[in-house]
């Protein structure tokens, strides 16, 4: 049998054995959804939250973060597939340190060879 008589064979099996029934596929649509959390811990001092919402194209959120000097922080954000991720980020409150600060935190070293 010649080479060509053998390719051809073997492409008419290829095309009989896998036939055309193939449906075409479909990505799924994003879908809508909405959440939110809040978490407020007086006991060790955690205030933050965030909120999302999307409508299947665009995702819109903020969260809130209380910062060790005492004010908040915002980030408002808005996301999708031309722009990317846009944020914009406020503070409000007013800083406060500390009057007086205690002693320095030091650690010994125990002279094991590690560094």
Known sequence: MSLKLI????VVVA????????EPVYKPEPLPYYFNYDVHDDYKGAHYG?????DGKAVYG??????P??????????ADHYKGF???????GKAKHPKYYGPAITFKHKGDGYH
């Open 7 to 10: 390719t051809l064979l073997a």
């Open 86 to 92: 846009v944020a914009k980020v406020s503070y409000y």
């Open 15 to 22: 095309v009989v054995s896998y036939p055309d029934v193939y």
């Open 62 to 67: 903020s969260y809130t973060v209380a910062l």
């Open 50 to 54: 965030r909120n999302e919402k999307s």
């Open 69 to 78: 000097d005492g004010r908040k922080q915002l980030v408002e954000y808005t």
